[in-house]
């Protein structure tokens, strides 16, 4: 089993023949162009037109990105999150300027299809059809992504028109967006919130400058008394509001497939010339600490793409009675994408000073893998978002129905009506346990139960305090615990769906054990740590991983080394 995305052999039986065709078309575009083209663009901060006239060409985000209504009977046309996710882990594969391409005009789409508009969407789907890429105007200069404090508006200029006014920072594709689905406020007495689109094109929207120095355009426009008619507007009020967050739901969901195709390269290249490379008399992948460092590499990118193929599942499957997805999305956010950190991390420190080097992937990525963790949110907001789910989830169990793998041709419309964004603490799970059970067999899993048993103790009998909970220093470590055990609960229920190799799994959970031990000692050394919280800390730190140089050496021969010379980007 090949665990890794390898373009130059991609097949995924799961896709109908357009999608295999849609994802055949992108690796052949890239590897035409090749590595040095890649990394030249980079470089010289130049925004790819190339390959949006691609993309608009054969038009792959009109695919990807239109709902079946407004597909003109496109038999490829679909909102599918799954195809959506692989897609963007192959675009990131190759570089990340063309992947927030991608991710921004997701965003922009957002409003657009939630909008009860239909004159709107009929024009979302046309530009769609024509090539057109789109951007969601948010943050502001001034106040982030606090949108409380958005600044914009639109004042009434007519009978069903009105003029908007304003500046928005840091808007991805704001130089190119055909629509702009851009947030406001109504000056009509109400100060309602408000969405509606703009175009780049017009004389009343002026594009400032590009805020980061990148092949990216990330944008700072203005407004100046730009028209908006009533076949703009497209929603105002608590709709707005929430199509604001559920918007960032769909985007934020987005972002993991990034550092997963990133990291995934990465390791290609890493292990490679670390192969090929002889020191001191050794070859490089035999020294103990550089093949300790590509297992855990290794181990901890095939539990990315685990835990976010299986919570894929749940978006998909996302209805009013199931918003289990609210929970695995920011989980996804935070813990895949700092993970792909960790990974590129590991693999650094044993190429050193090759990952400077300006014809590697690996320079460019070294860069670009800092960048998902801070999008649609900081690893801070999402870890504290994720603790409103803390109580539901380890305490208030509920009955779901199995979910099954979801592949299926179809839209998934719920993204497209969420519902009120509020309500997360009424979120219910299903049980964690059950999982865990099916796999105690295995020492580190069984390591690992010890840990999270201890972590529900603390919450049970000596929960963080007000103070506590107000703390970083221990709201946020606590966090990261059970980020790790809902991480680990749905790595295990895709683990068993694809029938992994015990081994594997077994090796998983022994850096997952490390992880948790490491968390628990952030919270031991906080000075408001209770004694009952200090005896638990101390269980779950001194719990350790099994080593098993068997199932070690097995992993490392099988899955790991073998990647050597595997894929090598055409140059």
């Given at each position: 089993m090949n665990y890794l995305i390898q373009p130059k052999k991609y097949r995924n039986p799961q896709w109908d023949a357009g999608t295999q065709t849609i994802f055949d078309k992108t690796i052949a575009f890239f590897e035409a162009r090749g590595k040095q083209r890649v990394l030249e663009g980079y470089t010289r901060k130049e925004w790819d037109q190339e390959f949006v006239d691609f993309i608009g060409r054969e038009r792959i985000f009109a695919k990807l990105l239109t709902p079946i209504e407004y597909g003109g009977g496109d038999p490829d046309c679909r909102w599918d999150t799954a195809r959506n996710n692989e897609y963007s882990e192959l675009l990131s594969f190759y570089s990340h300027g063309q992947w927030y391409c991608f991710q921004v005009t997701i965003l922009g789409l957002g409003p657009i299809w939630m909008s009860k508009n239909e004159k709107a969407k009929q024009r979302a789907a046309q530009l769609l059809r024509e090539g057109a890429i789109f951007a969601f105007g948010l943050s502001e200069r001034r106040h982030g992504a606090d949108i409380y404090s958005t600044e914009t508006s639109l004042t009434l200029s007519g009978e069903g028109t009105w003029l908007a006014n304003g500046e928005k920072y840091y808007i991805g594709n704001g130089n190119k967006a055909a629509m702009v689905s851009t947030l406001g406020k109504m000056r009509d007495g109400t100060n309602d919130f408000c969405f509606f689109v703009a175009n780049f094109k017009h004389k009343a929207y002026e594009l400032k400058k590009n805020c980061v120095s990148h092949q990216e355009y990330v944008a700072n426009f203005a407004l100046h008394d730009y028209p908006i008619s009533a076949d703009d507007l497209l929603m105002r009020g608590n709709d707005a509001w929430d199509a604001?967050?559920?918007?960032?739901?769909?985007?934020?969901?987005?972002i993991g497939p990034a550092s997963i195709g990133t990291a995934e390269h990465c390791f290609y290249e890493a292990i490679t010339h670390s192969s090929n490379r002889v020191l001191y008399g050794k070859r490089v992948t035999d020294m103990p600490h550089v093949r300790k460092n590509f297992m855990d590499a290794w181990l901890r990118l095939v539990a990315m793409k685990a835990y976010h193929r299986r919570a894929t599942d749940y978006f998909r499957n996302a209805n009013d009675k199931d918003r289990r997805y609210l929970l695995y999305n920011p989980t996804s956010k935070m813990k895949v994408t700092l993970q792909g950190e960790d990974v590129v991390n590991l693999l650094w420190e044993v190429i050193a000073a090759k990952g400077f080097e300006k014809d590697t992937?690996?320079?460019?990525?070294a860069w670009d893998i800092r960048g998902p963790s801070k999008l649609e949110g900081t690893v801070h907001v999402n870890v504290q978002l994720i603790r409103k789910f803390m109580k539901n989830y380890f305490f208030n169990p509920a009955e779901y129905s199995p979910v099954a793998p979801e592949f299926s041709r179809r839209d998934d419309l719920f993204l497209f009506n969420q519902g009120p964004a509020k309500g997360l603490a009424a979120v219910r799970f299903h049980d964690y346990r059950p999982i865990f059970a099916t796999y105690a067999g295995l020492a580190n899993v069984a390591a690992f139960i010890q840990q999270t048993a201890a972590?529900?103790?603390?919450?049970?009998?000596?929960?963080?305090?007000?103070?506590?909970?107000?703390?970083?220093?221990?709201?946020?470590?606590?966090?990261?615990?059970?980020?790790?055990?809902?991480y680990a609960q749905l790595i295990l229920e895709e683990a068993q769906i694809e029938n992994w190799d015990s081994a594997v799994i077994d090796q998983i959970f022994d850096f997952m054990v490390r992880d948790f031990a490491r968390f628990a000692l952030q919270i031991y050394d906080v000075p408001s740590t209770t004694e009952q919280q200090l005896a638990l800390c101390s269980e779950i730190m001194h719990t350790r991983p099994v080593p098993n140089n068997t199932e070690y050496e097995k992993v490392w021969r099988e899955y790991v080394a073998v990647l050597d010379g595997e894929y090598t980007m055409n140059e």
């Open positions: 604001s967050l559920n918007t960032v739901n769909i985007g934020k969901f987005n992937y690996f320079h460019m990525a972590l529900r103790r603390m919450l049970e009998y000596a929960a963080p305090d007000d103070k506590q909970n107000a703390d970083p220093s221990f709201a946020l470590p606590l966090g990261e615990m059970f980020s790790i055990v809902v």
